[in-house]
């Protein structure tokens, strides 16, 4: 994942999975036989020597039944789609951008910004928190700062039609 995707709050693929074999009391060797891979692919995904965002479909789909989530969750954590792929932007930097922009809105409302948590204009501020705080704001206020989002419908068709130009 880029270092836009990668937080504590927005935990890889991986730590997901693990986290859920836990959860089910398996062992790693007993969650690749789960997902329908071999313990070798599974360690080379851990182990970063293959890249998360590179799963096909068929993992994809396995992982998601694994977890009991929608593939799309599955393809956030890989790291394959990001959080701009919801909205018409032309790159993850101008995303980034609009949050910043939406953030500095949020700051200077008279009724939400005396809330604003300031940390969140930090260098270092997790972008996954600095979204969702966006959303939230979006949600409470019915106020649109960052553009139309893709419905999860719509963003799988966009992905769908993505992939298939890049083969």
Same mark, same amino acid.
């Given at each position: 994942?880029?270092? #836009? ?15 859920a $074999?836990? /959860?089910k009391?398996?062992?790693? +060797?007993q969650? $690749?036989? *789960? ?8 360690a +080379? #995904?851990?182990?970063g020597? /293959? !890249?998360?965002?590179?799963i096909?479909?068929?993992? *994809?789909?396995?992982?998601? /039944? ?7 969750k ?6 394959k789609?990001t959080?701009? %792929?919801?909205?018409?932007? $032309?790159?993850?930097?101008?995303f /980034?951008?609009?949050?910043?922009? *939406?953030? %500095?809105?949020i700051?200077? !409302?008279? !009724? ?7 940390q969140?204009?930090?260098a270092?501020? %997790?972008?996954v928190?600095q +979204? ?12 649109v700062? #960052? ?5 999860? +419908? ?7 039609l993505?992939?298939?130009? #890049?083969e």
């Open positions: 994942m880029n270092e #836009l995707t990668t937080t504590p709050s927005n935990p890889s693929l991986i730590e997901v999975l693990e986290e $074999a836990k /959860r009391g398996l062992n790693k +060797q969650l $690749a036989l *789960a997902l329908g891979v071999t313990y070798s692919y599974y +080379q #995904l851990k182990s020597l /293959r !890249d998360t965002k590179q096909s479909d068929s993992f *994809a789909e396995q992982c998601a /039944r694994f977890l009991g989530v929608p593939r799309i599955v393809l956030l954590s890989a790291g789609i959080a701009s %792929d919801f909205y018409e932007v $032309a790159s993850e930097d101008e /980034r951008l609009n949050v910043w922009k *939406a953030l %500095d809105f700051k200077a !409302d008279t !009724d939400w910004g005396p809330y604003f948590p300031y969140l204009l930090n270092e501020a %997790d972008p928190i +979204q969702f705080v966006v959303l939230l704001y979006e949600k409470a206020t019915g106020k700062l #960052l553009g139309e989002r893709f419905s999860t +419908q719509d963003l799988t068709v966009k992905l769908h993505k992939l298939t130009h #890049l």
